[in-house]
């Protein structure tokens, strides 16, 4: 069956960085886009980017761009994401999932937590 | 960018009735190179990640049970429980995958009443 296993919770302090793991397994990687949405204490869904597992070109929300780095091993099916200068707002539960154009997996999720 | 828009963003129902949760885009989500809508249903329960409910705006993925419904086409579409149960009570979000940055609406959170 398809997983999206997810690295472990991270507290880091403002303006340092965070690289989030996401290994997969039950699929061919390289045939789909990982996702990567965030979601905020309390708050909805927000779109982070994604990353196509065959050719590893990048799309990433405005918001995020020149802050977030996305990367896959196809060796070792692993998506990876890297966000950088981190503030207070960036505290928040980090999802990968596959597209298979809707999204029909996601990882479990990890806590990033923000804080001096 | 699409901007999803849902309503109500709570509503508590009884046990056994129906719920209706309404999702508006901005533009039309339907794609002529699929001839489909691309709208996403979700289920979010408390401490888990976002779970498939219905894609194509009205096909229900497999073993979510029949009393999920979805409906819609271009820019407006609904979530429908037609008898709702406890195991239910979750946000739900529909999300459009029409284009990029994919977006999602602000979520509706169903309660028992």
């Known amino acids: 069956q398809v997983q999206l296993v997810q690295s472990g919770a991270e507290v880091q302090k403002p303006g340092a960085s965070v690289k989030v793991s996401c290994k997969t397994s039950?699929?061919?990687?390289?045939?789909?886009?990982l996702h990567w949405v965030r979601q905020a204490p309390g708050e909805g869904l927000e779109w982070v980017g994604c990353?196509?597992?065959?050719?590893?070109?990048?799309h990433y929300a405005q918001k995020f761009q020149g802050r977030v780095t996305m990367t896959r091993d196809t060796s070792s099916s692993t998506a990876f994401m890297d966000l950088s200068r981190l503030t207070s707002d960036d505290t928040a539960l980090y999802y990968c999932a596959r597209e298979t154009w809707f999204y029909d997996s996601w990882g479990q999720g990890t806590l990033v937590t923000v804080s001096s | 960018d699409i901007v999803m828009t849902q309503s109500p963003d709570s509503l508590a129902v009884s046990l056994g009735e129906r719920a209706t949760i309404n999702c508006t885009s901005s533009q039309s989500v339907f794609h002529s190179s699929t001839n489909k809508n691309h709208l996403a249903w979700y289920q979010q329960k408390s401490g888990q990640p976002p779970k498939l409910l219905i894609y194509w705006a009205s096909t229900r993925e497999s073993g979510v049970p029949d009393r999920f419904g979805g409906s819609g086409s271009g820019t407006d579409f609904t979530l429908t429980v037609s008898s709702l149960q406890a195991e239910d009570v979750a946000v739900y979000y529909c999300?459009?995958?029409?284009?990029?940055?994919?977006?999602f609406g602000q979520g509706t959170k169903v309660e028992i009443k």
């Open positions: 999300q459009q995958y029409c284009g990029l940055p994919r977006t």
């Open positions: 039950g699929y061919t990687f390289t045939d789909y886009h």
């Open positions: 990353i196509n597992g065959n050719s590893g070109g990048t």
